[in-house]
């Protein structure tokens, strides 16, 4: 074993000098396309959120960046979602965030806010080559005229079912058209047709949807309503929100949604990932995982539910967003580093569509799309749903971390009974006043 | 030992005693802080340091990213109409009054059981406290919240029993008496030491009651109790402040929420999460000091009740 490693690390080490050999021999493929042209030894810092197999898929991006740039070497650190923000805001206090960070949407305005985060719109077109990239998605990432980070990727929602499960049931999925009463009645039906799960569970149609806010947000969007002003003032009012979370009082009554006391000991799996529930609406980058928790190959993907207008007005979400931290002493490393990440056609291959479907044209064309693949089926749905997308995205406001997480957690507490819904509105709206002010 | 050596050699030199010893006194305060040194960098830079900053947030509006902001009271003002402050007051203060006797109680029961010398003595002490060995870890949560999930051991065991409990983790109602087995199991510690208070207890007085014809409740009442006296004040006291700080196992169990429904959601995890999460500093820091402050009384409560029940052998009285 021990042998083994070591004969590995050999390998490895002398296939690198080789590598180095040949591209400082061809003065590197990068160094002429305006990549950091000094050869100073520099040492970068890069984090992100994610599992095991992110990683290991950054690892790999990143020997390939180190093999390029022999001169920069890249310390990578990941954590899970919620531990994630929490190191990086106690680095943030500390005036140490990593270099290169992976970014949310969500977070971006209170570091952006508070110049936690460089601007990168200098080494655009210098460092780094946006020409492959979508104007608008670029544009996502630039808060009061600074370019704070640049999306790898997008996601969109979608409606994820079970076809295996709902045979069992003898229920339709829903018609393309269908709308949130239609997907109501969908739900009904599963529940009520009785059917158990190979462990004995009853089959149940979906869980709770109106618990989680980025729900509410495409259904605020497709009654007309832009959720939230430029000057981080909400564009919904409390009977709007009432009347969402209406939207699922008949089936929480009737019990017909995912039983929650099971919901919350199965986290952080759910109901859709054990096989228990036949549908869930997700963002669709979660395919990957779905197949691998639930152990079921066949799951389907269909559009959101249709709006009052009889539009869908689905959006796509810059997902996965890189950023500098602004207290960064190689700046110029980092940028290039950013680029590396966001256009080298490799990187695409290497990450597929785990962290969505990349941004960048020419990552998008270098992904080894397998028919029938879970890579060919979430860009296959995000070219499918196009005709859907209508609108831009919701950009969050500051404290969206905190007003998300509050709107799920009263979600948790309607369904346990323990508040009714005009507490849920009164909670809600006190707890965000505070998160956004 | 080095004391008389010192004074050997420095007893012919011509410099006055008293100044020596000065010197000599002066030297060994030097030294002993010296040898001091890790632990008041420790104390000051870990402990007094961040505590006095967190007393400075208590009164500030902070979020980690821009310079905190004074407000006054206003932190503590929020907290009392706070109804989430409320219910972790609740939960904690549940935990506390429940936990804390049944743990004591079980612990006593234990170590008088195992104060009896027979065969295998060692072993039994040793299993008995094994559980507070590994107690605090993240693990033994973990193992926890899959022995009370739906169709974990727990489950299957009622329905063994014929009681369909279903899992305990989702079910708000039930939670609170997970947390309380949790904590009464790992009485190993206190268990310990009640132990060592009855082996300090004379036999005499034991046999002298028999003579007089006392039975085992009555010898129980009459001397244990008032012997082990100091002993179930000092655990006491020890108990409960710990159970004040029960986290690590709440935020496991919990997933980092204090759910179902807010059923565990214990004062040191909401702290975190309005700090961490939140990241509400000034907020989190005032729920921190008020924490102190009712720790502190509870303390001193303890302290004040101690002389009307505590009962210390070498008293006269």
Redesign the interface.
Known sequence: MQRRTFTGVGVAAATALVLTACSSGADGPDSGGGGSSSDEEVTLTMTWWGNDDRASRYEEAIDLFEEQHPNITVQPTFQDW?GY??AR??E??GRSLPDVMQFDLSYLR??S??G?LLDLSPYVGEQIDLSGFDEALVESGVIDGAQIGIPTSTNTLALFYNPGLLEQTGVEAPAEDYDWQDFNAFVAQVSEAGATAE?GEPIHGSADYTSTFWFFLQWLVQQGIQPFEDDGSFGFTEDDMREFLELGADLREAGHFYP??????L??LGGFTVNEAAAEFSWDNFLAGYVADSGTEDIQMMPMPTGPDGEKAMFFKPSMLLAAGANTEHPEAAATLIDFLLTEPEVGRIFGTSKGVPADEAQREAMELEEGSIDARVVAYEEEVAEHVTQPVPIPVK?F??IE?EFK?LG??LN?G?ITIDEFVS?WFSEAQ??TQ | MALTTTVTRTGGSAVPPSAARRRRRAAETRAGYTFLTPWLIGFFGLTAGPMLASLYLAFTDYNLFAPPELVGFDNFRMLFEDPRFLQSAKVTGTYVLLGTPIKLVAALAVAMLLNNSRRGQGLYRSVFYAPSLIGASVSIAIVWKAMFIDRGVVDRIGQGIGIDWGGWVGDPGKTMPMFILLTVWQFGAPMVIFLAGLKQVPTELYEAAAVDGAGPVRKFFRITLPMLSPVIFFNLLLETIHSFQIFASAFIISDGTGGPAGSTLFYTLYLYMRGFQDFRMGYASAMAWVLVVVVGLLTLLFFRSSRFWVHYSGEAK
């Open positions: 919620d923000w929490t805001s106690t943030a206090a209170e570091y806010e508070n936690h462990n929650i006391d099971r919901q919350v000991q986290l952080p404290g971390g905190s997480a957690r948790e507490e346990y323990t909670s505070l998160a």
